[in-house]
């Protein structure tokens, strides 16, 4: 069983900064790819980072890069993000997501399916 709790969360203004966390807990050591994601009603969950577990290599969605940072740290079985400049249209619900195979395997490490294990969410809110 894997458990993945996130926090963090919260109502910023344009321009602001937020650091998500997520805890693991249980089967995890045969983790290989970490991975944020996001999701407004009524459209698709949408990736915004990764990390790999193995070699930290990191990706991100377009409109992340340069503002975003993800990281983790194994000691503490804990992935973070951390958001600057936030905009409105980063408003959304972040998840955390864990896979086992590598993020740069079949399907990319933005693929919905290659991810079996998910946290409930954490709300982000982002206003003008």
């Known amino acids: 069983q894997v458990q993945l709790v996130e926090s963090g969360g919260g109502s910023v203004q344009a321009g602001g900064s937020l650091r998500l966390s997520c805890a693991a807990s249980?089967?995890?050591?045969?983790?290989?790819?970490m991975a944020w994601f996001r999701q407004v009603p009524g459209k698709e969950r949408e990736g915004v980072a990764a990390?790999?577990?193995?070699?930290?290599?990191?990706s991100f969605v377009n409109s992340a890069k340069d503002r975003f940072t993800i990281s983790q740290d194994n000691a503490k079985n804990t992935m973070y993000l951390q958001m600057h400049s936030l905009k409105p249209e980063d408003t959304a619900m972040y998840y955390c997501?864990?896979?086992?195979?590598?993020?740069?395997?079949?399907?990319?490490?933005?693929?919905?399916?290659?991810?079996?294990?998910w946290g409930q969410g954490t709300q982000v809110t982002v206003s003008s």
């Open positions: 990390i790999d577990s193995g070699d930290f290599s990191m």
């Open positions: 249980g089967d995890i050591y045969a983790r290989k790819c």
């Open positions: 997501a864990l896979r086992l195979s590598r993020c740069s395997a079949g399907g990319g490490w933005n693929s919905l399916p290659s991810y079996k294990h």
